[in-house]
Each structure stands twice: as C-alpha cells, then as structure tokens.
C-alpha cells in the first residue's frame, strides 16, 4: 500500500488519553509515532472538571476499577511533575486538596454512612464526619448538611491546562501531531494497518492505538465485534469566578447526592470554581440547556448557599466514553495491530497517567501488565475477525 506517512505506532484521538499514551511511549523510547485528530488537545476533558477522586466516585461492584484508579491517583504528584517539565514549564493545576463529600438529608446520610462501611471494608481512608464537623472543614456549607465523608487522598487537575501541557509535551518529544480526521481504518490481512484522512491521505503504521473517546466504535473500517459501543454520556458543567475578597471560598472539593442527582463542586487555586455534572444520555448532542444550567445552579445553592454571589463565566458541555459496563478498554484487541485506550466513562482525567503506562509498557515490550488484564477490550469481543 502506498502511504503518504508511515508511522511505527499512530494513535487515533488526540485527546489527553491519546496524547498522554503518545508522550509516554516516546519516553520509553518508541520513535517514530503520530497522532491523528483535527485539533490535539480537544475533547471531553476540555469540559471535565478534573476531579481524581478514586475513592468518592466508587460505587459497588467497582473494586477492580478502584484498584487502577488508585495506582493512577498514586502516580499523578510524579505524572504532573515530569509533564510540566517536559513541556517547559506548563501548570497543569495538580493541586493535592481532599473531597468532602456530604449528605444534605437523612436518606443520604445513610447513604453515605453505607459507603463509609463499604469503603473501611477495604481498608480506603475515609474519615466520617458530623455536620458540625464538616461545616468546620468546609464554612461555606449549608447549615442542614447532615454528615459526611473526608477523604485526603482524592485530589484535582485541570483538564485543559493538562491537555496543553500534553500538546507541547509531545511536540518537544518529537511526537507528530497530524490536525486532520481519520475516516478509516485500514485492514489487510486481518490487521489494522494504518488509517485514511478527510484529506485523502493514508497514513500506515505498524500498530495502531484508537483513544478516540466516545466516537471510537464508529470508525468507518473497524470490523464488527472488535469494540463495544462506546455510549456518549452528556455532561453540562458550569464555570464561576471567585472574587478575592471571597476567597478561600472553599478550599477542597465537595460533592453531594441532590435529588438522586450527583453534584461537585471543584475549587481552583486560580479563583475559579468548577460546578457538575449533568448526566445525560442523549446521543452527541452537546447543547448546554437552560434545564441543566438551572439543576445545576439550584442544587448547588442547595449545597453551598453563597454560590449565588459569584460570577457564572461559563457554560459548557461534553461527552463520556461509556462502555457497557463503565470500566476502560485498554490493550490489544481481536484485531492484531490494534490497540484500545478508549471506554473511561466519567474516569478519563484520573486515569489518564496509568492509561499510558500501561499501554506503553505494551507498546515497547508486547506484554499486557497485569493492572490492565480485567480491562481487556477482548472482554466484549463477539467474534475474531477473519
């Protein structure tokens, strides 16, 4: 085949997994790799909030995602240094703060003590608290806070900052960011071989790495049962500024059950305070609605009362790659020469470090690691392709 590029590994999805996967292969010494997307950097975690929050996102039946979940939260102090570095000097807002995470009802509050019981039981750091003593952590709390849960080892980053820094991490790293769409997987033999663009070129490459988010099992040549459907899960985030004369406003993340709906509010050493998520099943639609700007501002002032006070600068929304059981697709799939970091769900900004170890551990040496076995994309596989 002739090819306009050929590349040694060309990952398709320049979002901050396929970059971060791009960077980290560079660093264990892969050349040659590419990385396919009209605008590097974009994304899902453009909206995110950027909680990494292992422990309050668990929910039951999750105890192998914790467990990558925590590896990935243990690495994220080493992660942002050396990206920051690697990129001249970028800020990715790593900031090590804790969760509150509390009940603003009786019925939540026994939700909350059975979490607290669930996550003892495996041995977490999670400190119970009156809500006395979570008005103390937290001032800015509504005085009907019932209780909660303090955990220190969930923390935040800022996802755009992070998806910056990747960009010009992997431009300093020799990484080839090529700004176009891949319209096709190419197949010969039963192995993926590369990728055709919007432009007409061909790009062919010895493995390919799809991390194209939610948008991932849709790539036109991608043969039947090698992935899932990736499920795009809508969520709307706010943006408010806090005065300095407000701050600290509040000094670690907080999050709530409102209504059955979750809520969080995730404040930034830059005076910005980060409100979510809706969580919508709507297909790719990313409209920001009235509706969810409104459930979003009347559950936080719920929440924390003096919200309204502050500016609204942003409204915004983007998609989650959902898999059918929310849990990533990460290594080599039914189709020899392709390779999944796709299916993070609401998971993407925390397990963006140990997504590209582990799928840079494959890259150079071939081997699955044992971390990323329960999340093989050959879990879901119907049929191997011919």
Known sequence: MAADTHADVLVVGGGIIGLAVAWRAARRGVKNIVVVDPDP????????????????????????????????????????????????????????????????????????????????????????????????????LAPGVRGGLHVTDDHQVDGRRLAGALVLACERADVRLHRAEATELLVENGRAVGVRLG?????????????????????PGLPEGVLPAIRPVKGQILRLRIPPAYRPFLSRNVRAVVRGQHLYLVPRENGELVIGATSEEQGYDTTVTAGGVYELLRDAHELVPGITEL????????????????????????????VAA?????????????????????????TTPELAAPFSPTRFTTKVPA
């Not at 192998?64 to 990715?92: H, I, K, V, W």
């Not at 609204?312 to 392709?338: I, K, M, Q, Y």
């Not at 796709?342 to 071939?366: F, K, M, Q, S, W």
Request: net charge negative; proline share 6%.
């Open 311 to 338: 500016p609204l600068v942003e409204t915004s929304a983007g998609l989650r790659p959902g898999s059918p059981d929310n849990a990533p697709l990460l290594g080599p799939t039914a189709l020899p020469g392709l």
């Open 199 to 219: 432009t007409a070129q061909t790009l062919t490459a010895d493995r390919v790495v799809l991390a194209a988010g939610s948008r991932s099992h849709l790539l």
């Open 342 to 366: 796709t299916g993070h769900y609401r998971n993407g900004v925390l397990l963006t470090p140990v997504t590209a170890d582990l799928i840079a551990e494959y890259l150079v040496t071939g």
């Open 41 to 140: 950097g974009g994304g899902a975690a453009r909206v995110a909030a950027g909680m990494l929050a292992p422990v309050t996102e668990l929910q039951y039946g999750e105890e192998p995602l914790l467990r990558l979940g925590m590896a990935s939260n243990e690495r994220y102090a080493a992660f942002a240094a050396e990206l920051g570095e690697a990129s001249g000097g970028q800020d990715t807002g790593y900031r090590q703060c804790g969760t509150v995470a509390v009940a603003l009802d009786s019925d939540d509050r026994e939700e909350l003590r059975e979490l607290h019981a669930f996550h003892r039981r495996l041995g977490l750091d999670s400190q119970w608290l009156t809500g006395r003593e979570a008005r103390k952590l937290e001032p800015m």
